[in-house]
């Protein structure tokens, strides 16, 4: 068996990466494409590896010189490799192709070595690789019946997102048979390009092929094996996280901040998200209104506060609205004054936005278990004085929670104080108190010195639409905040939920009845894992200490490589002094259940 590379395109989407060097010579965590293709190759005992070259080929072929290569590597030059498509460079290949069974592969995939094994411990002569597809991919994707067979190669003009279940994405790997190169692809492919010309790709010979009644070839599905195709910087950023080492792909994947959806089966335990909301009805009818709100500008900061002020039961005049809470709080420390007071450890965009603006934060760490009380914070703040104190309640990462009763007296002692109280009620709808909440319009009226913080994202399941909202009854303030945020800070989207959200709101408590039971049975399950600590939480995650040697690092890390399963690593979090602690958001239990497996085999 031998191996063609297709590697005469000139990669113009990569820009200055491919500005003297083709597509295959890119870098990937510092080998380039090429040589990690031609040594996945060289372990296979093929009879030669033959290269179609263009673009750069010069320096190609000396780069490739300079490998050490058991197999024998050959050249096919694409004169016009800038007026061709690659069907032209298979067909210069055509030759190679009829002597002997291939695996063909284009130059710019990424792929693990257990891709290559599978293709070639499948006995059946002639084989597209394929994935499932996911809105990741790009390209050509087929159809397979219950046999395997290809039933479609189906192209850009004829694909349709409403029947994406049923593609398989291919991955630009094959595997051909001499003989069905030589009865089959190479007499389609000649005829194809004496009509249509050399402007194709060559996966159109395939399309017609399988319009026969025996057309010899069957797709090959992946089952999780890592790969990626590589036609731009974004696509280079994302291959290099997915094929980093084990430690450098956790830190990759720390700074990106989300956008997870772009790594195929990640299982993300670290960004919190109700699992039990929006229901499929809301998600229905926002998808029927796609297209209107896709089109049409949002409404003002007027507007968004009136539909706001209707879905948390206070005035207009109490409420502003943010692109996510995260710019309600920028703004707010930003206009607030004097020191800050929070207990650690805790939400750190409050204290890191105060000390870039060069404010004094007070910090109060609490006991054992990071469990604490309003009286706790009244007694330490009477001690160490500060003129705003935050309450994250539940607290994150802790879980630790102050009951609705105990924050009203906070409120009180705050107000006597001349303190202003920021109470982020972020996950206090996941609290098994109900009716917790402070968002009251006879409450804001009574603490005038409070602002009451929610992240929608968090309670309601929609980051995607970054939304969030402060209220309180110091007009002074809201209208500062007004005049600070961009007018159309919200986007159709989330002006749209709140429209809406009203006719969903039972569902939405049916769904936090969902969650509670769920979080009790993820927490039975942890309790049961030796060397886990389970922090009590009324969040939508719990904290966890390590204590069997452990470190958190070190299980983030083993937990990504092995299981494909993102946790968070508190090791660095302010106020834990070093101690092994992890935080794991609470998912749907069919979840939950692969990552108490995964911690038991682990730990």
Not at 84 to 106: F, G, K, V
Not at 231 to 242: F, H, K, P, S, V
Not at 483 to 498: Q, T
Not at 512 to 523: G, L
Request: with cysteine.
């Amino acid at each position: 068996m031998q191996a063609i590379i297709l590697a005469a395109g000139m990669g113009k989407r990569l820009k200055e990466l491919t500005r003297d060097v083709t597509k295959c010579m890119v870098k990937v965590n510092g080998v380039t494409l090429i040589e990690r293709t031609l040594s996945q190759l060289d372990e296979l005992s093929l009879s030669r590896i033959v290269i179609v070259a263009g673009f750069g080929r010069q320096k190609l072929k000396e780069y490739v010189g300079g490998l050490s290569l058991a197999t024998p590597v050959f050249y096919v030059d694409n004169e016009i490799y800038d007026k061709t498509n690659n069907i032209y460079s298979l067909y210069l290949a055509r030759e190679y192709l009829a002597q002997e069974d291939t695996l063909l592969l284009e130059s710019d995939i990424i792929f693990e070595p257990s891709v290559l094994k599978q293709l070639l411990d499948n006995p059946y002569p002639s084989l597209a690789l394929v994935d499932r597809y996911a809105y990741w991919m790009d390209g050509t994707v087929v159809t397979l019946d219950q046999e395997k067979n290809i039933l479609r190669f189906i192209d850009k003009k004829e694909f349709s997102y409403k029947e994406t279940e049923q593609y398989y994405k291919t991955v630009n790997i094959y595997k051909f048979s001499r003989e069905f190169s030589c009865s089959y692809y190479i007499p389609f492919l000649e005829a194809y390009c004496k009509a249509l010309g050399h402007n194709e790709y060559y996966e159109q010979v395939l399309k017609v092929i399988t319009l026969l009644r025996d057309p010899q070839i069957k797709g090959e599905p992946l089952n999780g094996e890592k790969w990626y195709e590589i036609d731009d910087a974004q696509d280079l950023d994302i291959a290099e996280t997915m094929f980093a080492e084990p430690e450098e792909r956790l830190t990759r994947l720390q700074k990106r901040y989300g956008g997870y959806w772009r790594y195929p089966g990640l299982l993300d335990f670290c960004y919190l998200v109700n699992p039990f909301f929006p229901p499929g009805q809301m998600r229905e009818e926002m998808k029927a209104s796609f297209e209107t709100l896709l089109t049409n500008y949002p409404s003002g900061m007027a507007v968004n506060s009136m539909l706001a002020a209707k879905c948390f039961d206070v005035r207009p005049e109490q409420i502003v609205t943010g692109n996510g809470a995260a710019e309600l709080i920028k703004a707010l420390m930003e206009k607030d004054r004097g020191s800050l007071g929070m207990a650690l450890p805790t939400f750190e965009e409050y204290p890191n936005r105060k000390k870039r603006k060069g404010g004094a934060v007070e910090s109060y760490i609490p006991g054992p278990g990071y469990m604490y009380t309003e009286d706790d914070l009244i007694a330490y703040y009477q001690e160490h004085p500060a003129d705003t104190v935050v309450v994250v309640n539940p607290d994150n990462p802790s879980g630790n929670y102050i009951c609705k009763e105990g924050l009203l007296k906070l409120a009180r002692w705050a107000e006597e104080q001349h303190i202003r109280l920021i109470v982020d009620e972020s996950f206090g709808d996941f609290a098994d108190e109900e009716d917790n909440t402070l968002l009251k319009q006879e409450i804001l009226d009574q603490y005038p010195s409070m602002a009451v913080v929610k992240s929608i994202s968090k309670s309601f399941g929609v980051p995607g639409l970054r939304l969030g909202i402060l209220a309180s009854s110091d007009e002074g303030l809201l209208q500062e905040l007004k005049k600070d945020v961009a007018i159309w800070n919200i986007n159709s989207f989330g002006e749209f939920f709140l429209q809406i959200f009203e006719k969903y709101r039972l569902d939405y408590q049916q769904g936090m009845k969902q969650f509670r039971k769920c979080r009790r049975t993820f927490v039975e399950g942890l309790t049961r894992i030796p060397g886990i600590r389970v922090l009590p939480s009324q969040a939508n995650y719990v904290m966890c200490a390590l204590e069997n040697g452990m470190t958190s690092r070190e299980l983030a890390v083993r937990l990504l490589d092995e299981d494909h399963i993102l946790i968070k690593d508190l090791s660095g979090k302010a106020g834990l002094n070093g101690g092994q602690y992890i935080r794991l958001a609470v998912r749907l239990p069919e979840e939950n259940i692969l990552l108490l497996r995964a911690l038991a085999r682990i730990l």
